[in-house]
C-alpha cells in the first residue's frame, strides 16, 4: 500500500508537468524508478504501461480544451508507434545508456533555442491552432522520438517537443496536447514491444497502478494550466525544462559531481528564472497586438486564444 501512495504521488506530479509543458512523465518516472534499483528495461516497461492510461487521461483532457490537432496526432503519432515498438525490442535484449549523453547535448542546444527565443523575441507565428507541418517532416520526427522514448525510458516529449516548437508555426497549447495524445500510441507499441521481449512476470502492479492513479487523477489540471498560461511563458518554462534536465544527464555521463555540478545547476536555475521573469514582464508591459488566425480568419490574442469578436 505505501508504495503504491508513493508512486500515485510521483505519476501526479510527473503528470502534471508532463500534461502541462508537454514532456517529463517518462523522464521523472523512470529517473525514481531506476533509483531504486529497477534495471532499466523493466523501469522502461512500467512507465509505458502506466502511461498507456495517462496519456489517455491527458489526451480527453487537452480534447476537452481546444489543445488538440487531431493531424497532427496522427501523422507523429502513428510513426511514433513504430518507433516505439523498434525501441521497446532493442532495450529488452540492450541497453542504450551510452547514447544518452549526445541525445542530450542536441536536446540541450533546442531547449536553449527555446528558452531565448520565447523570452526575448516570441514568434507571432506561433498562433495557429492547426499545424502546418507535413508527413516529410512528422514521420522522421515520430520515429525517432518514439525509438528514443521506449529505449531510453523516456523523450517522446522532450525530442517531439521541442522540434515542433523550434519550428514557430503552431500555438504551444496545440504542440503540447497534440504531443501528449499522440503518446498514447507510443505507449500502446512500446508496452507490447516490452511485453513480447520481457513478459508480464518482471513488472510490479503497484508501481504500474500508483503510476497510472496518480497520472489520471492529474491530467485535467495539467490540461487547463496549459489553455490559462501565455504563450511566451509556456515556451519559455518548456525550454527551462529541457535545459535543466538533459544537463543533469550530461554532468552525470561526464562524471562531475560536488561543487562544481551544484554551481552549473545554480547557473542554469538562475538563467531559467531570469528567462521566464523577461518573458512575464513583456506579456504584463507589451502591448496586446491582436493578430489574425490564418486557420479560422478570427482574431486571436497573444496567448493564442481565438476572441469572440462578438463579445470583444
Known amino acids: 500500500m505505501r508504495t503504491l501512495i508513493v508512486f500515485a504521488l510521483v505519476g501526479f506530479g510527473a503528470q502534471l508537468v508532463d500534461g502541462a509543458l508537454g514532456m517529463a512523465y517518462g523522464v521523472t518516472s523512470t529517473s525514481l524508478l531506476l533509483i531504486a534499483g529497477v534495471n532499466p528495461a523493466t523501469a522502461s516497461a512500467s512507465v509505458h504501461l502506466a502511461e498507456v492510461g495517462t496519456t489517455l487521461a491527458a489526451g480527453a483532457s487537452h480534447w476537452r480544451f481546444g489543445n488538440v490537432d487531431w493531424k497532427l496526432v496522427l501523422r507523429l503519432g502513428v ?49 495557429q491552432r492547426v499545424s502546418p507541418h507535413r508527413s516529410t517532416f512528422l514521420s522522421p520526427l515520430g520515429l525517432v522520438a518514439g525509438f528514443v522514448d521506449a529505449s531510453g525510458g523516456g523523450g517522446w516529449g522532450p525530442v517531439a517537443t521541442p522540434a515542433l516548437l523550434t519550428a514557430g508555426r503552431t500555438a504551444p497549447r496545440t504542440v503540447i496536447g497534440s504531443v501528449d495524445t499522440s503518446e498514447f500510441l507510443v505507449a500502446v507499441a512500446a508496452s507490447v514491444g516490452f511485453l513480447i521481449g520481457l513478459g508480464s512476470e518482471v513488472l510490479d502492479p503497484a508501481t504500474i497502478g500508483g503510476l497510472l492513479i496518480g497520472g489520471v487523477l492529474a491530467a485535467p489540471l495539467a490540461a487547463w494550466l496549459v489553455t490559462t498560461i501565455p504563450a511566451p511563458i509556456l515556451g519559455t518554462a518548456v525550454g527551462g525544462i529541457i535545459v535543466l534536465t538533459n544537463t543533469r544527464t550530461i554532468l552525470r555521463a561526464l562524471d562531475v559531481t560536488g561543487w562544481a555540478s551544484t554551481t552549473v545547476y545554480l547557473v542554469v536555475v538562475g538563467v531559467w528564472i531570469a528567462a521566464v521573469a523577461i518573458a512575464v514582464s513583456k506579456f504584463r508591459t507589451g502591448p496586446r497586438e491582436v493578430v489574425g488566425d490564418p486557420t479560422t480568419d478570427q482574431p486571436v490574442s497573444p496567448s493564442g486564444e481565438v476572441i469572440d469578436s462578438e463579445r470583444s
Do not use: E, K, W
Open 79 to 127: 510513426p511514433g508507434a513504430i518507433g516505439a515498438f523498434a525501441g521497446a525490442t532493442v532495450l529488452s535484449a540492450l541497453a542504450t545508456d551510452d547514447a544518452a549523453p549526445y541525445m542530450s547535448g542536441i536536446l540541450l542546444a533546442l531547449g536553449v533555442y527555446i528558452l531565448l527565443r520565447f523570452s526575448i523575441r516570441p514568434p507571432r507565428v506561433a498562433t
